[in-house]
C-alpha cells in the first residue's frame, strides 16, 4: 500500500502556495511531486545494500524551479521537444510559436507547462495533478485540459499516466523531464553509467538536434545502445550526431508497438536499476550537456554541473509535424489523448 502526504512545499514569487506530495510504499521508497510544472521533486530507492537515496535531480524551494531554465522535473507541454522555426500548419491555419530555442520552440515555450501552477490532488493510491491550458496560450489552439496520475506502487515502479482533451484541434505531445542520477543526485556525472535502449533505429539530427527526417539504423554508430554501454565511452565521439548534439540529445525509436519494454539503465557503484516502459513512438536521450553549474544551485545549494544527470524522455519524434514519414501528436476536437510511462527501480541481480 502507497502512502500519500500532503505538506506545504512554499510559495511562489507571486505568493501562490505551491504543494508538495509524498507517495511512499511500504518498503519506505517515496517519490515527490510539487505543483509549480507537475515536477518531480525526489525519488528515493535502495541501492544493492538497502540504502535509500535520492536518484532525481531537483531544488529545495520553489525559487529554484520558477528560476531554473533546465526543465529539471517537470511536466512538459503542450508540445515536448523541438519545433522547427516555431510554426506549424493545421488544416489550413499556421500556428506561430514562441522561439525559445534559438529560431525554434522547445517544450512549449517560454512559459510551457513546466512554468504553470498545478491543482493536486489525492485519490486514493494516486497523485493527480490537473491544469487548464487557455486557447492560444503560448500560441498553441483550443482549451486543453490536462491531468496527469502519479502512482508509485510496492516494486518501485512510478507510473505517469497522462491523458487530455481538447475543445478544438491541436497538438499534444506531453512528457516529463526528470533528471535521473542512479548513484544519487550529489554523487556527480552519470557517465559511468551504463544503457540500453531497445531501438535498431533513431532520427538523425542537424546542428540544432531538430530531427531531418531521416530514420538510420544505430547500426555501426555511437548511438547503438541495443546492448548495454557505458555512456561515458563514446560521447567524446567525432561521430557528426554526437558532435551536433555535444553529447547525446537524440531520439530513438523503439522496436515494438503499443505498452514495451523501451530502456534500461543501470549504476554500477550503487548497483541500482531503472527499467522504462511507455506506449509512445519515441524516446530522447539527453545526457545533461546543457546543464552549466549556474544559479539556481541544486539541493543542499549545489551547483547542477553538466552531467550530474540524464533525461529518458517518451515522445512523439521531435519535429514530427513537418515529416510525413513521423507519427503526428495531432489530437482532435473531443477526442482523449492517453498515454502511459512507467519507470521501474530496482538493483542488478
Request: overall charge negative; some cysteine.
Amino acid at each position: 500500500m502507497t502512502k500519500i502526504t500532503k505538506k506545504s512545499f512554499g510559495k511562489l514569487s507571486t505568493g501562490e502556495e505551491v504543494a508538495l506530495f509524498e507517495l511512499k510504499n511500504e518498503s519506505g521508497a517515496s517519490v515527490e511531486i510539487i505543483e509549480f510544472g507537475g515536477a518531480i521533486r525526489s525519488i528515493n530507492v535502495p541501492d544493492k545494500n538497502g540504502a535509500l537515496a535520492d536518484v532525481a535531480l531537483g531544488y529545495d524551494t520553489p525559487e529554484g524551479y520558477e528560476k531554473q531554465g533546465k526543465f529539471i522535473g517537470a511536466l512538459i507541454g503542450r508540445h515536448g521537444n523541438r519545433i522547427e522555426n516555431a510554426e506549424f500548419k493545421l488544416g489550413r491555419r499556421k500556428y506561430v510559436l514562441d522561439k525559445n530555442d534559438g529560431r525554434n520552440s522547445l517544450h512549449g515555450g517560454f512559459k510551457g507547462f513546466d512554468k504553470r501552477l498545478w491543482k493536486g490532488e489525492v485519490d486514493g493510491e494516486a497523485v493527480v495533478m490537473r491544469y487548464t491550458s487557455a486557447d492560444g496560450e503560448e500560441g498553441f489552439p483550443g482549451r486543453l485540459e490536462v491531468t496527469v496520475r502519479y502512482t508509485f506502487d510496492a516494486d518501485n515502479a512510478l507510473m505517469i499516466d497522462y491523458s487530455a482533451v481538447s475543445d478544438a484541434d491541436t497538438v499534444c505531445n506531453l512528457t516529463n523531464h526528470c533528471y535521473f542520477n542512479l548513484d544519487g543526485e550529489a554523487s556527480g556525472s552519470i557517465e559511468n553509467h551504463s544503457l540500453k535502449i531497445n531501438a535498431t533505429h533513431f532520427t538523425v539530427g542537424n546542428r540544432e538536434c531538430l530531427p531531418t527526417g531521416y530514420v538510420a539504423k544505430v547500426e555501426g554508430t555511437p548511438l547503438d545502445f541495443t546492448d548495454f554501454h557505458v555512456i561515458g565511452e563514446r560521447i567524446g565521439s567525432k561521430h557528426e550526431q554526437i558532435v551536433f548534439a555535444g553529447g547525446y540529445d537524440h531520439n530513438f525509436c523503439p522496436d515494438g508497438e503499443g505498452f514495451r519494454h523501451i530502456a534500461s539503465l543501470k549504476a554500477a557503484v550503487s548497483g541500482r536499476t531503472m527499467d522504462v516502459y511507455s506506449d509512445l513512438p519515441g524516446i530522447q536521450f539527453y545526457s545533461g550537456n546543457f546543464l552549466d553549474s549556474r544559479p539556481p544551485f541544486g539541493k543542499g545549494g549545489r551547483p547542477i554541473n553538466r552531467r550530474d544527470g540524464l533525461c529518458l524522455e517518451t515522445q512523439f519524434y521531435p519535429n514530427s509535424l513537418r515529416f510525413a514519414n513521423f507519427e503526428k501528436p495531432i489530437l482532435k476536437k473531443g477526442e482523449r489523448y492517453h498515454h502511459v510511462t512507467v519507470y521501474r527501480f530496482g538493483v542488478e541481480k
